[in-house]
Nanobody
Framework: QVQLVESGGGLVQAGGSLRLSCAASGRTFSSRAMGWFRQAPGKEREFVAGISRSGGNTYYADSVKGRFTISRDNAKNTVSLQMNSLKPEDAAVYYC??????????????????WGQGTQVTVSS
């Protein structure tokens, strides 16, 4: 069982930055692909960024490429999302997600096994 707890959401002006963090429980963190998803009101949940087990490979939605950076610290069981140049359309509830052991990053939310409770990101224009 894996528990994920996000932090770092809040209100920021357009053009500003936020850093989201996700703390994971369990001893198999380093064997799991990790990712961030988001869901805005009235919209479907969408993939934002993913990172491989070692951290050597990262994946981004086209809408956030060049602005967001995902990273992980396997020694601390944490994954982070640095969000720069935020836009009003980035406003959403952001969720940390983990896949099963020995997994790879996939874009489909249904393939992710564990989810955090979400953290709200609000971007004012």
């Amino acid at each position: 069982q894996v528990q994920l707890v996000e932090s770092g959401g809040g209100l920021v002006q357009a053009g500003g930055s936020l850093r989201l963090s996700c703390a994971a429980s369990g001893r198999t963190f380093s064997s799991r692909a990790m990712g961030w998803f988001r869901q805005a009101p009235g919209k479907e949940r969408e993939f934002v960024a993913g990172i491989s087990r070692s951290g050597g490979n990262t994946y981004y939605a086209d809408s956030v490429k060049g602005r967001f950076t995902i990273s992980r610290d396997n020694a601390k069981n944490t994954v982070s999302l640095q969000m720069n140049s935020l836009k009003p359309e980035d406003a959403a509830v952001y969720y940390c997600a983990a896949r099963h052991d020995y997994s790879v990053v996939v874009l489909t939310g249904a393939a992710w096994e564990y989810w955090g409770q979400g953290t709200q990101v609000t971007v004012s224009s």
